[in-house]
Structures are given as structure tokens and as C-alpha cells.
């Protein structure tokens, strides 16, 4: 699109940002990280923080079966069955739980992409190493199509292939991955797949229609605006059998996933208050309508911070991502900015401290990108704004950088 599109409001006329508790005097322009949470579920999760502390003998007897009605409810929202979905704190514990429960495999493999997100891979190399096998990594070039990003994870499946781990949505590349192709394939091969879907909840209707794996964890605290601390563990197949919370607790003996309702005394209001999130965006927007202003502002904010990029440069910051996200893009840094992952996250802290805006900054093959991240609190002139002061200001570190050398 050319012009940029009228911002959503609150049934009341206010800013959607009002709806919110962020701090003005930043621009947050990085929902996709840590997400944001609305006001109407801060104020359900404190309401039942109350109701916890005011008597928790009562409360916490009771509180699986709370857990089983927000779990219900957070099923019909993702299009699953509630008996495949048990609540985890975020997609990284989804992970770990899937590692910790997977039959030994001495010497298996197991294959990952390098796209996948750290903490994940991280995990996925703990348990090549409690195996005696290895991590093998399939490059999957940033422009590749569905087609081609499918082939590249296939082919490096040999016979000492144990788990395939696959992103559903990249985290520093901000593209989709070919879960359906990569999916079918490695049912037919009888290898497990876990889906990592961080980013997903929110971003598509039905994220998981059709799908073919064994594992698939969506965190609810990112485009869901659920509290922190609430993500979905999607299981498909018999290995939900062998899956068991990462805390025994009273709950061990129950089945999948009753058994992960239980955890003790840990602060379940995350997973009670998500619900609150979800629904809060549906009665305001809708989602299919919130879903289509963000695609349409990542659309405008990749062409004008872009364009600011390339009048500065004299080169194209165009990214060409071959499975593209509606509310991440990626936009090409200057030569000397974010060139690695250590300096993705200082250009972030210091872009946060001395020009007051929350972004994200990322690098992949010693390329540096912004990540752009939109959310329905996010207008134009957030990005209006990053490409008219902050542009400049990263161009000069950048020039700074190289000359530094």
C-alpha cells in the first residue's frame, strides 16, 4: 500500500493505545518480543491475584479445574481439541518438556534450522548431548520459498535422524517456515517433529489446521497479549502419552494434560487471565480485522523506515524473505550495525536508552536487520517517527562502526 492506514480505535473514540498501560514517553515498536499486555487482562490477572492470596487454601484445591476452563477456552481460540493442549510458561518450557520425555536415542540426531530461536537450539543440543549424537543444521537460505526451505530441511534427514525441530515463525528472520511439507514428510518417515510457534497465536486464524507433528508450542504472551508466562503445548500424536509436566506434582497420575493443571503453588493467573487478553481484542476489533491493520501497517512501516534506509545508504535496504510474516518484516541495517547477535541486542539496548524507542535488532549470516514488529496499539507515526529521527541517528553509528573498523 502508498498512504498509511487510519489507526484503530476504542469503541469510545480513544486511541487503541489507551487501552494500554505503556510508558508514553517510549515507542514501543517491538511487540513481537515480549509482547504488551491490555489493560482489561492486567486487571483480571490482579483480581485474582487477590482472590489467591486472600485465601489460598481455598484457591489452590480449586485451581486445576480454573486451569482446565481457561485451557478449554484457549482451544477454541487456537482450533484445537482440548485434550491436545496443556498450558506451559512459554514456548521455550514447551520445548524442554518434549526434550525431557522423548525416549532415549543413543546417538540420534537431532535436526534443526538456522533460523531456530537460540534457547530452543540451545535445549535441542542438551539433549543431542544426554543421546551421545549430535545437532545437525539445515541452512535455509532467508529468500527461499516454501518449495525450496522444505527441501533444505528434508535433506538433511539421515538415518540417525531422531527429532526434526522447526520454527513455525522465525524469530530473527521474521518468516514462516514450511511446517505443512516438512510435516507430512517426517510422518511419513516416522520422525518426531516439534513445531516451535512462538510468534503464531494471533497471527493466523487457524494456525494449526492440517497440520502433521507431534509437538507445537505458541506462546499466548506475544501477539495474544496474554500476561507473560502463558503459552499453549499442542500435542498430535501418541507421544502425548510420554509428555509429563517439567515439576512433578500431584497431578502426575492424571492423564494428558490434566496432569500439567497441577503444578503446586506456582502463580497460575498467567494461564487464568489469558482468556481476558484474547477476548479483549475480539470484542474491540475482532481478530480477522486487527490481523488485517497489522499486515497493512507492516506493509507502510517496511516501505517508509526502507526508504529512509536506501536515501541515506544509496543502497536498497529491501529484504527479500521468501515466506513473509503480516506483522514482522525485516529492513537491511547499514554496514557496522547488528552484525552479530551480541551486537543485535547492545544496538537494541542503546537505541532503547538514548533515542527512547523499544525495537528489535537482529542478525542472521553477519547481516544486520530491524525487525519491524506491529500490534493494534502501533499507529503510522510510530514508524513515521523511527524513519524520520532514529534513521539518521543509525546511519551516523553505522558510519562510526565501519571507521572504527
Known sequence: MT?????????????????????????HLNHGSFGAVPQAAQQEQQRLRAEMDRAPVVWFPDLPRRVAAARAEIAEFLRVGVRDLALVPNASGGASVVYGNLPARPGGEVLVTDHGYGAVTMGAQRLARRWGGSVRTARVPLHATAEQAAAAVLDGITDRTALIVLDHITSATARW???????????????????????????????????????????????????RGASALVVRSELREQLYPLIDSWGAEEPFPERFDTQGTIDA???????????????????????????????YAERIIGGAFAELTGESAAVDVGMPVNALRL???????????????ALRDRVAAELGVEAAFTSFDGVGYFRISTHVYNTAADFEDFAERCVPVLGAWARSAVQQG
Open 3 to 27: 498512504s498509511a492506514p487510519l489507526p484503530l480505535l476504542l469503541p469510545d473514540g480513544r486511541p487503541a493505545a489507551d487501552a494500554w498501560t505503556l510508558d508514553p514517553a517510549l515507542r
Open 177 to 227: 517456515m514450511p511446517v505443512a511439507q516438512v510435516g507430512a514428510a517426517a510422518r511419513a518417515s516416522g520422525i518426531p517433529l516439534l513445531i516451535d510457534g512462538a510468534h503464531v497465536p494471533g497471527l493466523a486464524e487457524d494456525p494449526l489446521a492440517g497440520l502433521e507433528f507431534d509437538a507445537w508450542v505458541g506462546n499466548l504472551h506475544k501477539f495474544g497479549c496474554a500476561p
Open 269 to 299: 493467573t498467567s494461564y487464568l487471565a489469558a482468556p481476558a487478553a484474547l477476548g479483549f481484542v475480539e470484542r474491540t476489533w475482532g481478530w480477522k480485522a486487527a490481523r488485517g491493520y497489522l499486515h497493512e501497517l507492516a506493509d
Open 331 to 345: 529492513v537491511r541495517l547499514p554496514d557496522g550495525l547488528a552484525a552479530t547477535r551480541a551486537d543485535a541486542d
